[in-house]
């Protein structure tokens, strides 16, 4: 398959062009490429610095700052500067319910499985929509250095990242204005950044422990001809060096008898004292004591007092790597490197414990913060073509999906992807009684099929008759080496099974590729906002559905006023879903569901007590 670079300044196609690689970290994000000696380089635009903070403030027009400067607004104006975006990155609100206190800012809760939504002055932002400001930041640091449009990228993600987390990391990409060429493990790149893997002949194991700002992970990967298997992930999406700055201030709190009740509303202080712990533990990697003041406050700690204040959650990382270990079937001496990975892998103690963990010394050589972006500027450059010494597997050139409610695409295997391939995911029925599902299949890049190429649809026949949401169909995508698509849709209860053969590149020309990418990054940001109003309307109406069963069904509980108010926020919403405002869709769709939320919960409580006098009130 051809390589396409496109000048989207000029819309002219270029036969040379810097493909750049990015780490988007949970903390920190940077960018680098490989320079005309053919080193991997990280890309430092003119005194700003390698490191861009993954922090996002919004100021009341609505725009965006990004990096350090963001970061200022985090104690005087918390609402509206997101940080630590990549945690909520295609995931639900359930799955990150518990830690909302992480969160400084708003992340609404819609009560339904759909994707988290966060709230900045009086706009509603997906975790895409933030995640692609970032690498619109980075995007443009690295043209202004090196002088030319950088249209295409290879983004890092973790190994435990799943589909739809990778699948929302390409979106944003895209909406940054990026043709994400691969999503790259994290780990493979830090072992790409070694050399490791770049030898054809090599077989090795690797263990890469990546300690970051806020999360830990440890992966195991097999290497074999050039592909890397992860055999293993393990770890703490909450724990990282923001920890043992933690321990450091209440270590000074302690020390200074300070009151943590009034440090407590004294945000600014409190970040100050953040700060100046981050600034004791980067001292502490070369010096034995740290001696300094914050106003009256002493702000002193030694190494070893440092060191036993973390011990106990390096420990914890340890048991990870045992854990890891264990789930990929090896012990430690089947282990050939190890890889450190993450900003606080520079703490010698961290360092240590690895070392003696795994028995060896681990690769520290490159700096442990920009090893994953190197990687990725190397895998960049081997997918440009530019290593005649690496065999480049065939991928797929465009993405493979199906048709979802309101005529948006799911990807189901992603452009790029390695052939052969196969990936799979559950869908189930939308109406109560629906005994067939119509399975549409499609090829391209843009959010509504109507855009796209459609390659085949079938009926999948003989679904028993149930409510809506119990069928579990699955749909299976297996993709072989001749480029031979079948798609398999069977429903998990009854064992109704149907499949299909494709051909997807049957009739497609390299021009018509090249044209359905320009389209895709041409209309990415209106595609997104087409996708996010879909989105939204259906939440909207499904919120609306669930409210007006509540009332008739519960409204014995409630007051005549909560009832006529309750009513007025269905009609506020059902106004909105008139209109294609999406905010206000969503604005309404919060406010109804904040105003509603006790009266649940008064309903499970007097649900609770009559079920103890043996009554039910679902009658
Ligand atoms: P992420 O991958 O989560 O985006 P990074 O790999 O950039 O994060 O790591 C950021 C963390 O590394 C922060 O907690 C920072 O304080 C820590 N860090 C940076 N330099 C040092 C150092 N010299 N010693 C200890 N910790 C450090
Ligand atoms: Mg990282």
């Keep these: ?6 000048n989207l300044a000029t819309g002219s196609f270029q036969q040379e062009e810097i493909i750049v690689g990015i780490d988007l970290g949970t903390t920190n994000s940077l960018v680098a490429f490989i320079n005309p000696e053919k080193n991997p380089q990280v890309i430092n635009d003119t005194g700003k610095g390698l490191l861009v903070p993954s922090v996002v ?5 609505g725009d965006a700052l990004v990096g350090n ?54 706009k509603f932002y997906t975790p895409i929509e933030l995640s692609a400001e970032i690498l619109k930041e980075l995007k443009a640091r690295a043209e202004h250095a090196l002088k030319t449009p950088v249209n295409r990228a290879v983004i890092t993600v973790p190994a435990y990242f799943n589909d739809s987390q990778r699948q929302a990391t390409r979106d944003a990409g895209r909406l940054a204005g990026l043709d994400v060429l691969r999503i790259v493990n994290e780990p493979t790149a830090a072992s790409l950044a070694y050399g490791l893997g770049l030898d054809p002949t090599q ?12 999360t830990f992970d440890v992966s195991i990967l097999a290497i074999q001809n050039g592909i890397f298997e992860v055999l293993s992930t393990n770890g703490n999406t909450f724990l990282g060096g923001d920890d043992f700055d933690r321990a450091i201030v209440h270590y000074w709190i302690e020390k200074n008898g300070l009151n943590k009740e009034e440090l407590a509303t004294d945000p600014i202080l409190m970040q100050s004292l953040r700060l100046k712990a981050e600034e004791a533990k980067i001292a502490l990697t070369t010096q034995n004591i740290y001696n300094e003041k914050l106003g009256e406050i002493w702000c002193s700690i030694t190494k070893i007092t440092f060191e036993e204040l973390i011990a106990a959650r390096v420990a914890e990382t340890i048991d990870s790597c045992k854990q890891a270990l264990n789930d990929a079937k090896l012990s430690i001496s089947d282990i050939d490197e190890v890889v450190l990975v993450g900003g606080s892998t520079r703490t010698p103690y961290v360092k240590q414990a ?15 913060d920009e090893v994953v972006a190197l ?58 009684g629906q005994v067939n599902m119509k399975i549409s299949v499609y090829q391209g890049e843009r959010d509504l099929v109507q855009e796209n190429r459609k390659l085949a649809e079938f009926d ?32 998990l209860r009854s ?10 590149s049957y009739g497609l020309t390299d021009d018509t590729v090249e044209k359905m990418l320009i389209d895709s990054i041409t209309h990415a940001k209106s595609d997104v906002e087409q996708r996010m109003l879909i989105e939204a309307r259906s939440e909207g109406e499904q919120l609306v559905y669930t409210a007006e069963r509540f009332i008739e069904k519960h409204g014995v509980y409630l007051t005549a006023d909560e009832i006529s108010n309750t009513k007025e926020h269905i009609a506020a919403l059902k106004t909105a879903l008139g209109t294609a405002e999406k905010d206000d869709i969503l604005k309404k769709a919060d406010e109804l569901n904040e105003f509603t939320r006790p009266f649940a919960e008064r309903v499970m409580d007097v649900a609770v007590s009559s079920a103890m006098k043996g009554k039910s009130i679902d009658k």
């Design 69 to 122: 400067e963001a970061k200022e607004f985090l104690t005087t104006d918390p609402s509206n500067t997101i940080f630590s975006v990549k945690r909520l990155l295609g995931r639900s609100y359930k799955d990150v319910a518990g830690h909302q206190d992480t969160f400084s800012y708003k992340i609404i809760d819609d009560e339904n499985d759909s994707l988290v939504k966060i709230k900045a002055g009086d």
């Design 203 to 214: 077989q090795k194991t690797i263990a890469v422990y990546d300690l970051g700002g806020g």
């Design 460 to 491: 999948l026949k003989g679904i028993p008759a149930m409510p809506a949401g119990l069928p579990k169909v699955d749909i299976n995508f297996l993709l072989n080496a001749d480029g031979i698509l079948t798609v398999q849709a069977i429903e």
């Design 375 to 432: 990687g990725a500027a190397i895998q960049a450059d081997i997918l440009a073509g530019n290593r005649s010494d690496i065999l480049l597997l065939d991928v797929t050139p465009l993405s493979l999906g199906i048709e979802t409610m309101g005529g948006l695409m799911d990807v189901i295997i992603p452009r790029n992807a390695k052939v052969p391939t196969k990936a799979g995911r559950q869908y189930t029925t939308s109406l109560d």
């Design 57 to 61: 403030h919004f100021n009341n027009m």
């Design 354 to 368: 690895v070392a003696s963990f795994f028995d060896r010394k681990p690769h520290d050589q490159i700096n442990p």
């Design 1 to 6: 398959m051809a390589k396409i670079s496109i």
């Design 495 to 504: 064992g109704v099974k149907q499949e299909v053969d494709i051909k997807p």
